[in-house]
């Protein structure tokens, strides 16, 4: 077993500034109780430390952001993260409310060696904006107090995996301040001489366990693995949902470009990791004044592909008008659907060098800039009434088994009128913005006696223009109407 | 010569007559007459042609099939805000490929603008028909059009008013539209690189407009009539050869 602890020093202030693209140079603070948590640089700069009460921090700077602290956030991003770790391992838990877990003593071989993968999450967890501190052991609770121990953010992890003694030997120097356990038994051992976890350790356990209660003892032996130490892993969330949270009201819609690519960045690893495709995702936006708004955006072919999405995101963003600033920005996809994955070609293939991007990326350009029902297509159906013999065909590109209609024999014009026009007789002549002529005919359709019976006998009609209509005489209200354009 | 005016014939806007394009491809009308007046030989491919007429239903889609039909095999043919509703069963009876025709309508003609360009770029579109109504476009925009064409190697089909013809315009093919009763008339505008001006018809099709003659004219009654009389011809002859006097009920078999 190799233990692999992330634990995310700055999580409640991180909840707030990882929607900003750099680190302010605001101060801000995050407040529990009335006492400053954490401060970002520019507030540690300004003096403010972790500990100090409201009134000192607001009196060191003025400028201060100050945030209550957002333990229901912190788990919801905590628990996102955790899914995003599911990409290198199946063995992930949530072990404190600020440290993932993850045992990857079985994957060290799929990423090629223990630094590639440390390299890996760095690197993830850089792009989604964490600070981190990474600790490596045989046991959970040991690679957590290395990883709470470490002396700088971000600082390296041994390259090799660690064996048992050397974990111990890393241990021993730590202060008893670091051992989870009951304030009072700390100070006792303070009492007994006891100044280091190595000290503690030397001791016999089973005369440990009579003064300080078997809880401690088994903890000990849980940190030299002793003990076993079972560990619940996380389940896949099934869809996906992720927040970001904005200290300053975003009112401009170009600023949203950096979160949501960030957003966008999560998602597609979420798919990547499950080999799935999306079909839709849903921006949810929440307004300072309570109001909600949400931009959908629907894809003609299921798929996982960052800049395409980006690229919808940012059309739909060109005519979303923001009325009122944003504080909370959430991404969901809930359509998902298993990746159709496609070999690519070894060699590139001669004929097509120049790279198309494929016709649904086009379509759902235009969807996404002209709206959903704007473009179509269209397709035969077998019915006599001419209006309903063509109809817009379901969905673009997607569904191609559409029942197609047999074409008729008569003559059909090209254009049709999106409903008949009524013509007007004028000196026992047709009359629609001129003279018409009619010059062949009559074609009898007469249909839907089940319904409404339609008796109609059409005509092609020559108007003075030049220009050929299709006409038809309504046999029961004996009135004549034109319906189509010979184009 | 110099060579200061050698670097200027190279530009690309410099046209010579000596010169003759040959890069530009293009695609045989399917009219043979039109395709004698056109300098390529047919419609200019990976470029736009303009299509002027004031009126529908003259005739205008109608002088396109041939080579929609031919277009539509290669990719997809888009029709950017049609005038009216276009009517499945008439466009595939004509050939064209209902799987592969997209329609786009549009609220303004800067989308319809947008879209044509995306279309035209993109590669998967042999045909782009858009069709602008009275909305001004100006002369870079329509050039733009152009230039995707060229990139998406599409042709870029746009139908304008007639009262836009003393407008300048890049289309490689301007051709003014106009109605007569049993043909559509073509007024070629202008073709850069070859010569403009030409005048010419080409016919509707007969079951259109055979209707205004006679009926004895029509194409259809000609063959109704010509096998109707074949048919009495033989049946005289079947009857000698039996060489008895047949019974009413077998005369009248033949005829049914």
Redo the contacts between chains.
Sequence with gaps: MLWLCIYLPLLPLEVFTRGQAEDSSQGVAVVEKQRVLLGNTAARASGITAGSSLTTALALSTQLQVVERSPHAEQDNLHALANWAYQFTPSVCVYQRDTLLLEVAGCLRLFNGLSNLLTEIAAGLEQLGYQRKIGLAHTPEAAYLLARTLASKNAAVPIKVPTPVATLQRLRPLALEYLRCEKSSIDKLHKMGLGSIGEVLDLPAAALGKRFGVALQQYLQKITGEHDDPQRFIKPAPVFNSRLFFLDAIENSQMLAFPMQRLLNELCQFLHSRQLHCQQFIWHMQHIDKQCSELIIQLTQAQADKSNFMNLSRIKLEQFRINTGIHTLALKAEQLLPAKVHSAQLFQDHDRS?S??S?H???D??KA??GES????????DEHL?EL???I?AG??GK?T?K??T??SS????????HPARLHERQQQLYWHGNL?L???PERIETRWWEQTARRDYF?A??E?????WVYRDLLSRQWFVQ???? | MKPQLADVLRHPTIWQAARRSSAQPSLATGYERLNRQLHLGGWPLASSTELLSS????????ILLPALNQLAKQG?IALIA?????????????GIN??Q???????NAA?AL??NE??LR???FSAVLSWFGNANIRYAQLRKLQIAAQEGQSWAVQFRPAQLAAQSSPASLRIML????RHVGLHILKQPGGWAGQQLVLP?PA??????LPVEQWSTHQVVKKSARQQLKSMPLHIVAGNKPAPAASIQQPVQ
């Design positions: 120049v198309k991007e016709i990326v086009v379509l350009k235009l800039r002209l704007v473009s179509y297509q269209i397709c035969c159906q001419p013999a063509s109809a065909g673009v590109a191609a559409q197609a209609g074409a008729t003559i059909r014009p090209t254009w049709l009128l999106p002529q010059l062949h005919g092609v020559q108007h223009s030049g220009a050929l209509y189509g354009l010979f184009a | 009126e529908h239903g003259i005739g205008e889609l109608q997809w049609p005038p009216y509703v276009p009517y499945a069963p008439a466009l595939q009876k004509s209902l799987k025709l997209l329609i786009v309508q549009s609220r989308d947008w879209a995306q279309l993109c590669g998967h106009q109605a007569k009763p509707r079951s259109l407009v055979d209707a205004a």
